[in-house]
């Protein structure tokens, strides 16, 4: 809709994710405002109130003592009153509603983003799904989900829904991966011990249409093990969660085992040290 140009539209965060957005918008004709910490954009923070639209794609880390949103909490205060704000950072389900709850002079959203960082720029243009989570069922939540939508970047499916059924599917799509390589992983010394070439195996599951194989590969990157700024906080976050509303324990139990699988293989090939350090603490690199 060209009359959605008119818009300004803010970033919040000049990561990966923020970034490569702010760079699709821009190459689509929209005006862009970018706000971060660093060169050239801090001097941007007041510009943010004027934006009629500010995507928010700061981190949400998780350390030894919890899921941490104080960063995002912090990022919606800057957004102008009666304007809308578009969460894009992974978050615990409940976020959006607590945060909507604490500024009830924004529109707050959330809408998950499935970029991975090396195809970032070609994902943030051609998205598989876009999904706004709306903290509250009204007309003004509703609207601005709509309006979002006209603006992002076409894709082959929509969805509107409550923000936690959004939040919590960001974590079911980050969860399938990290379960599916340390699975892999598994799989992977098995057919070692076995004498067994990987290599025909792989291209086995890489032509077989009931498996996702973007997660098969064991050895990737730098090491093995499900690593990168995203999996190894978010499972951990969701984990914590899960024990805190679920009473399972053989649930839990099945968590915990691929947590501490996936920092064994992590730190045994020494992928990632300092993500996983970040997230357990400096010891689990001794207890693995």
Not at 45 to 71: H, L, N, S
Not at 153 to 161: E, G, T, V
Request: glycine share 6%; charged share 30%; aromatic share 8%.
């Amino acid at each position: 809709m060209e009359i959605n140009k008119n818009k300004k539209v803010g970033f919040i965060g000049q990561g990966y994710i923020g970034k490569n957005y702010a760079d699709d918008f821009e190459k689509r004709g929209y005006e862009v405002v970018r706000y971060a910490l660093e060169e050239p954009y801090i001097t941007n923070k007041e510009k943010i109130q004027e934006c009629d639209v500010v995507f928010i794609a700061v981190p949400t880390p998780t350390t030894p003592e919890g899921f941490d949103d104080r960063i995002i909490r912090e990022a919606i205060s800057l957004v102008g009153i009666g304007k809308v704000a578009v969460i894009k950072s992974t978050i615990i389900p409940g976020t959006t509603e607590s945060i909507q709850k604490a500024h009830s002079d924004v529109v707050v959203l959330n809408s998950p983003e499935f970029l991975s960082e090396v195809t970032a720029a070609h994902d943030a243009a051609n998205p598989a799904q876009n999904i706004i989570g709306i903290p509250e069922d009204t007309d003004k939540h509703r609207e601005a989900a709509e309006f979002v939508l006209s603006i992002l970047p076409k894709s082959p499916s929509s969805l509107i829904c409550k923000s936690t059924e959004s939040e919590l599917f960001k974590y079911a799509h980050n969860l399938s991966g990290y379960t599916q390589i340390v699975l892999f992983n598994i799989i992977y010394d098995l057919a070692k011990k076995l004498d067994c070439d990987w290599e025909p195996i792989q291209k086995a599951v890489e032509a077989d249409p009931f498996i996702s194989n973007r997660y098969a590969r064991p050895v990737h990157k730098s090491g093995r093990g499900a690593g990168g700024h995203c999996f190894i906080k978010d499972f951990a976050a969701f984990t914590d969660l899960y024990e805190k509303c679920i009473d399972d324990k053989e649930g839990v139990k099945a968590l915990r085992s691929f947590e501490e699988k996936n920092k064994e293989l992590l730190s045994k090939s020494g992928k990632d040290i300092d993500l996983l350090c970040g997230v357990y603490g400096d010891k689990v690199v001794d207890k693995a």
